[in-house]
């Protein structure tokens, strides 16, 4: 069975770029999730969608995140402009939670290493 | 809140070896909890879960049991091997916040031969 798939798998670019990371889900999951992963901070949800709709945004570092969900096999998550801070490993996570499956696993995939320089 | 704290690491043992990674939790209501493992360079994985008090999640020979007296769920695996290297993050969900984990920052193991 197909996983979670994120593309690109790395990415370095230079500060002031616009960046989007993509995901797609695994088939029949509800619930979508990114999430940073940095040294300093260990691992920080940063938005999640139920249903294609954002549900909770608030790990959403400033107005230069922005994330779409507009179908339920697809994500994006899109920094502009990028600054060096923002240099990370970003992971998406799928599961079929849903009401009262609050015991279904997330399934991350491999995850985008961004660079910004 | 919802929290979770892991002891921290990095943890090195010799193969062979016990191993204990400690895991506390603070929640509201009955929360599930999970460990999950990430390997160097990939995301991450789930090793097991436990839905309610008393519950013991194992496999891959590692287990941890759900206390809610003491709220922990402690990782232990008799054996250690080489290939069990790779950080290890307990992880709680409660349907109270929403579909959401709240992870621990994660316990480094490394395993030598």
């Known amino acids: 069975d197909a996983g979670v798939i994120q593309s690109p798998r790395h990415e370095v670019t230079e500060m002031g770029q616009e960046v989007t990371l993509r995901c797609k889900p695994i088939s029949g999951h509800n619930s979508l999730f990114w999430y940073r992963q940095t040294m300093m901070r260990g691992l920080e949800l940063l938005i999640y969608?139920?249903?294609?709709?954002?549900?909770?945004d608030s790990g959403m570092p400033e107005d230069r995140f922005s994330a779409k969900m507009p179908n339920a096999s697809f994500s994006t998550l899109k920094i502009q402009p990028s600054e060096p801070r923002d240099s990370a490993v970003y992971f998406c996570a799928s599961s079929p939670a849903g009401t009262g499956a609050s015991n279904q696993p997330q399934h991350f995939g491999d995850g985008t290493r961004l660079s910004i320089l | 809140g919802n929290s979770v704290t892991q002891m921290e690491g990095p943890v090195t043992l010799s193969e062979e070896a016990f191993l204990t990674i400690n895991c506390t939790y603070t929640a509201t209501g009955y929360p599930s909890l999970f460990w999950y493992v990430q390997y160097p360079g990939e995301g991450l994985q789930l090793l097991l879960k436990a839905t309610k008090a008393d519950d013991k999640g194992s496999n891959k020979g590692f287990e941890a049991t759900y206390r809610k007296e003491t709220t922990s769920f402690h990782l232990e695996k008799g054996s250690v091997q080489v290939s069990d290297s790779a950080v290890y993050f307990c992880?709680?969900?409660?349907?109270?916040?929403?579909?959401?984990?709240?992870f621990g920052k994660g316990t480094s193991l490394l395993v030598t031969p």
């Open positions: 969608f139920n249903n294609n709709v954002p549900i909770d």
């Open positions: 992880a709680l969900l409660n349907s109270n916040s929403g579909y959401a984990l709240n």
